[in-house]
C-alpha cells in the first residue's frame, strides 16, 4: 500500500467514526424513507444493479438521493468482494453518523487487519446499541462474522456469528432467518463435532422459520 494510499483509507476511518464537522442537508430518517430504485429493481442480476446504480450517481441528484444512491452502491461493492471501489464511494460521500449500516460496511471495505476492523466495529455496533438500534448492531455483527469467515479467522467469526444471534430482535424474522442461516453454514462448514451439531439444529430451526412464513 502506498503511504498516499494508507493516508486517504485513514481519512475514510476517521470520517466513519468521528461526528461531521458540518450538518447534513438531511438526516438519516429521511434517508430511510425515500426509495430511488424502480419497478423490478430487485429482480435485476447483481451485475445489472451495480451497472444502474453507477449510471445513476453519475448523473446531477438531489444531495439525498446522491447519498441513498452512493449508499447502496458501496454497500453492494463491499458485499460482492469490490471493497476498493466501495472505499472510494465511502469516501466521496461518508455515511452519517446514525447510518450505522453504511458506516459498518465502509469500514468493511476499508479496513484489512482483523484488529484493527474489529476496534472500528466496535464502536459503531456499540454506538448503534446504546441508540437503540439493535437490528444494526445484529446486522454488522453478523457482516463481521462473515469478513473473519473470508480471511480464515474461523474462531473469531463463531464468537461474532453467536454474539449476532443473541443480539438480534426476534420480531425481526427477515434478520433473523439471515443470521441463523449465515451462522449455521459456516459452522457445519469450518466447525468440529459440537459445532457442525450447532449449524444442524440451526438450519432446522432456520426452515421451520421460513416455512411459518409461507
Not at 453507477?54 to 444531495?63: H, L
Amino acid at each position: 500500500m502506498t503511504s498516499r494510499n494508507f493516508v486517504l483509507i485513514q481519512l475514510l476511518i476517521l470520517l466513519i467514526l468521528l461526528v461531521p464537522a458540518r450538518a447534513a442537508e438531511f438526516t438519516y430518517e429521511q434517508v430511510a424513507a425515500i426509495n430511488p430504485f424502480p419497478e423490478g429493481y430487485s429482480y435485476l442480476s447483481r451485475t445489472e444493479k451495480l451497472r444502474w446504480l453507477e449510471n445513476e450517481v453519475s448523473k446531477p441528484q438531489s444531495a439525498l438521493k446522491t447519498y441513498v444512491l452512493t449508499r447502496q452502491l458501496a454497500i453492494d461493492l463491499t458485499n460482492h468482494a469490490r471493497r476498493a471501489e466501495a472505499a472510494e464511494y465511502c469516501n466521496r460521500t461518508p455515511p452519517l453518523v446514525a447510518d450505522y449500516e453504511y458506516r459498518g460496511h465502509c469500514l468493511l471495505a476499508s479496513i484489512s487487519d482483523a484488529s484493527e476492523l474489529e476496534l472500528a466495529m466496535f464502536r459503531v455496533t456499540g454506538l448503534a446499541e446504546r441508540n437503540g438500534h439493535l437490528d444494526d448492531k445484529a446486522y454488522l455483527l453478523n457482516r463481521l462474522a462473515w469478513w473473519m469467515s473470508q480471511t480464515g479467522e474461523i474462531a473469531r467469526a463463531f464468537a461474532y456469528y453467536e454474539e449476532a444471534l443473541a443480539s438480534v430482535p426476534n420480531e425481526n424474522k427477515q434478520l433473523l432467518n439471515k443470521i441463523m442461516f449465515d451462522s449455521a453454514t459456516n459452522y457445519i462448514a469450518h466447525g468440529d463435532e459440537q459445532y457442525i451439531n450447532r449449524g444442524i439444529n440451526l438450519m432446522e430451526k432456520f426452515r421451520e422459520s421460513r416455512q411459518q412464513e409461507l
